[in-house]
């Protein structure tokens, strides 16, 4: 059986990136917990976390991207979460729910002009 490659459903290419990221779930009164990022692309990216979460979950997130004077706060939803060390770590993908216009291109053009893309690729 052949396995399952997640480039086939990649519309975005991904770059390695460590931007920080604090992030808390959305309608949640909880304090933000801050994180970084493994990789990035236009359409979402891969973080550690310390808990586990459920596909779907939304995320209210804010982030200092090196290219933007600005933060970005943007949701973004849960695509899947994985325990990497036991009860510590965890990486979950998340996909950009409504990150649009001028900080999607400018997201775009930096994975595509500065960041090594994934060996995978």
Do not use: C
Not at 19 to 40: F, G, R
Request: charged share 35%; no cysteine.
């Amino acid at each position: 059986m052949k396995e399952h490659d997640d480039r086939d459903r990649r519309k975005y290419r991904r770059g390695d990136a460590n931007i920080v990221v604090s992030y808390h779930i959305q309608k949640e009164d909880a304090n933000y917990d801050l994180t970084q990022t493994k990789n990035v692309s236009q359409g979402g990216m891969l973080l550690t976390t310390n808990r586990k979460f459920e596909k779907g979950t939304r995320l209210d997130m804010t982030m200092q991207f090196p290219f933007f004077d600005d933060k970005i706060r943007v949701v973004a939803e849960v695509v899947g979460s994985k325990e990497v060390l036991k009860d510590l770590i965890y990486e979950t993908r998340l996909r950009f729910y409504d990150l649009k216009g001028q900080w999607s291109k400018k997201l775009d053009n930096f994975v595509k002009e500065h960041l090594k893309p994934k060996s995978n690729e």
